[in-house]
């Protein structure tokens, strides 16, 4: 059975205070492990995809990279609009579902 | 752009009662799915589709019966509403079924069963 499993659940920075989320996966056959952010009341919406170990990807003050094992969300100097809950979702070979975890929720105080 | 349109945002359901969510997307996007998000528990899958008349079940079907009549439309039925399915529903699109993890989600029906 595919396993995600995000931690922590809960962070606190400091404006400026750079951070990582984790994203520990278990699942046969990766074909991609995928991040996402949702704010309150909001469907998640798609930040990043990784296929491979060693991957990075970009966005403003976010970067993922991935491993064989898991995948994190670097936030660098972050602002209080970083503030959200981030989902981690992996999805394996020959498959049509996404198993998600249950999510970092991420606040940034001025 | 609309993207994914979701309705009604908030209904209210006695035990028993049935109801439709409705869902649209207008990207022309092949695959759509359905989600129930609850309180300390990831996002699961309820159905999906990969195209007009395919539909399957996800990890957790049963009390919801779905259809794909066209590209653009993927409702949900409730077909006798209990308490455990009180929670928030997002329905999601992806250009293909081999995008299935980049997905475009709509912003949720929050549906409470009494």
């Known amino acids: 059975e595919d396993q995600v499993t995000q931690s922590p659940e809960a962070l606190r920075l400091q404006e400026g205070e750079s951070s990582s989320l984790n994203c520990s996966y278990t699942?046969?056959?990766?074909?991609?492990l995928f991040w996402y952010r949702q704010d309150p009341g909001k469907g998640p919406e798609f930040l990043f995809t990784l296929y491979s170990a060693g991957e990075e990807k970009e966005k403003e003050r976010l970067k993922a990279t991935l491993t064989k094992k898991e995948s994190f969300l670097h936030i660098t100097a972050p602002k209080p609009e970083d503030s959200a809950t981030y989902l981690c979702a992996a999805s394996g070979a020959g498959s049509y579902q996404l198993t998600f975890g249950k999510g970092t929720k991420l606040s940034v105080i001025p | 752009n609309a993207g994914v349109t979701q309705t009604p945002k908030f209904q209210v359901l006695k035990t028993g009662q049935s109801m439709t969510l409705q869902c649209a997307q207008d990207m022309n996007h092949e695959y759509m799915s359905w989600y129930r998000q609850d309180p300390g528990m990831g996002l699961r899958l309820i159905h999906y589709s990969v195209g007009a008349g395919i539909t399957d079940q996800g990890e957790v079907p049963n009390g919801y019966n779905v259809s794909r009549s066209t590209t653009e439309d993927f409702p949900l039925r409730l077909l006798s509403a209990a308490p455990s399915q009180t929670s928030v529903y997002f329905c999601?699109?992806?250009?293909?079924?081999?995008?299935?993890?980049?997905?475009?989600f709509g912003e949720g029906s929050r549906l409470t069963v009494l």
């Open positions: 999601a699109s992806s250009r293909t079924s081999g995008l299935t993890g980049e997905l475009f």
């Open positions: 699942v046969s056959g990766l074909r991609g």
